[in-house]
């Protein structure tokens, strides 16, 4: 496959970032998005034209959350349930024109050309994305009996990865798909219902203030969450916030 | 402890909460006007619209409603104000995700619905009350303002029919997505209830606008 591609540089945080074209030759349409993007660097390198073009990546395989382009008006791509690194090439047509973008979102600062800085999520995780345990001996593991249903509702919450394509996708750069994900995987768990009031109250505290905008029920997150996590965490989220702070 | 108003969720249950006020009022509304084409005289949508202006438990509500209005005016501006900085810098291929359409518009409505609420309070509630805009009528023995005639007055001009129709159309848009939205954000999501209460929003925001529209479009032609 024969591919343009418009890609966002910027030397660093507080540079003027713009497009650059780049033409790439014989891709495979079996090569990932990112292999894609690794013949490009290494073309770079070799005629010498430019530096390589920086993106983040680490697993490879959609676990860890590090990858993440806004690709053609998508996060993560044209597929679904995907992340960036899974996306595959065939999912495009020789001769396209790809324009790929960072995540834009005022808690999210670009670093470099595609990296932006998601540490944002973090301070919401250590505003109350925890369990605070007490480390003992190992406990039994039926001691605490969690019935199928909630167990399976906490599991699908969990498997967020905090890539941030929910912050990416929404009009408004909310952080609710992220943050109901992670107060619902634990407000179904009896291990989580002892901080639940606190946890949900100081997430979306810090999320207010760290400048995410708010929900207001579009649903382009799930849509592109590579997890497909459900809006109706953030109906949990909200039914979490109202008991804490009106019951 | 902060109160619930700092918290962005506490300022979206307010304006779901008042939004579904204004859901409800606009059914007594849309009730009310309809006497005005299904019945012979206006009496009947004078007694109603008197009686909306002087019963005590009326008033009650009439304070709510103001209130409402001006909270979900307040927190939809503050909101949506945070929203667009949250995004100083815009992508350059506008966002193609599989959403609701009418969610993405519904500050632009919201903006008809505002500027047609001002015109509306000034032409029937302002003038009729402060300004001595209506005649009076008396209708079983009792003397009351004559807002049937206004109104069958105001709707036979057909710039004021316009207005009218477009702002309904805003409404409608609004509502499309404000109505299944609001639940959403009081929290109820669920498997079986959640498609009820689209439909029912469906069946809402295409039947009381349309209600509301016929009048204009029945004065109108009944008078020309
Ligand atoms: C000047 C008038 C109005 C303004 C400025 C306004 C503004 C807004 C804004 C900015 C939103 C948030 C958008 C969103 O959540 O997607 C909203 C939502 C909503 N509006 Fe309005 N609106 C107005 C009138 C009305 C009226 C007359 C009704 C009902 C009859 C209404 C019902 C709703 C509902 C139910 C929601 C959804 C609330 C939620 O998602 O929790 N609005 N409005
Ligand atoms: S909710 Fe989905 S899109 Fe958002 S950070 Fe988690 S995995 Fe990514
Ligand atoms: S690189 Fe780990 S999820 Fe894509």
Known sequence: ?247 | MSNIFSFSVGKKLIMSLMGLFLIAFLVVHLGINLTLIFCDTTDNFNIAANFMGTNIVVKVMEITLFGGFFLHIIYGLILSIQNMIARPVNYKVANNSQTSFFSKYMFHTAVIIGIFLVLHLFDFYIKAKFLHGAESVIINGEEMHDLGALVIERFQILWVDIVYIVALLGLAFHLHHGFQSAFQTIGLNHPVYTPIVKGLGLAYTILVPLGFILIPVIIYIQHS
């Not at chain 1, 660093?12 to 490009?40: C, H, Q, R």
């Not at chain 1, 349930?81 to 047509?93: D, I, P, S, W």
């Not at chain 1, 979102?105 to 670093?111: D, Y």
């Open chain 1, 1 to 247: 496959m024969d591919l343009t591609l418009k890609i966002w540089r910027q030397e660093n945080a507080k540079a003027k970032g713009k497009f650059e074209t780049y033409k790439v030759k014989d891709i495979s349409p079996d090569s990932s998005f990112l292999e894609m993007l690794d013949v490009l660097n290494q073309q770079l390198i070799e005629d010498n034209v430019a530096v390589p073009v920086c993106f983040d990546h680490d697993c490879r395989e959609g676990i860890c959350g590090m990858c993440g382009l806004y690709i053609n008006g998508r996060p993560h791509g044209p597929d679904t349930a995907v992340t960036t690194c899974q996306l595959h090439m065939r999912k495009f047509n020789d001769g396209d024109t790809i324009v790929i973008e960072p995540w834009r979102a005022k808690p999210f600062p670009i670093i470099k050309d595609l990296v932006v800085d998601r540490s944002a999520f973090d301070k919401i995780i250590e505003a109350g994305g925890y369990v605070s345990v007490n480390t003992g001996g190992i406990p039994d593991a039926n001691a605490i009996p969690i019935p199928k249903k909630d167990a399976d509702i906490s599991m699908d919450a969990a498997a967020c990865i905090g890539c941030g394509a929910c912050v990416a996708s929404c009009k408004n750069a909310s952080a609710m798909l992220f943050v109901a994900a992670k107060v619902s995987q634990f407000a179904h768990l009896p291990q989580g219902k002892v901080e639940a009031k606190d946890r949900v109250k100081n997430m979306i505290a810090k999320m207010d203030e760290l400048g995410f905008g708010n929900c207001t029920n579009t649903g382009a997150c799930e849509a592109e969450c590579p997890k497909e996590i459900s809006l109706t965490h953030i109906a949990k989220l909200n039914r979490e916030f109202f008991a804490a702070k009106i019951l």
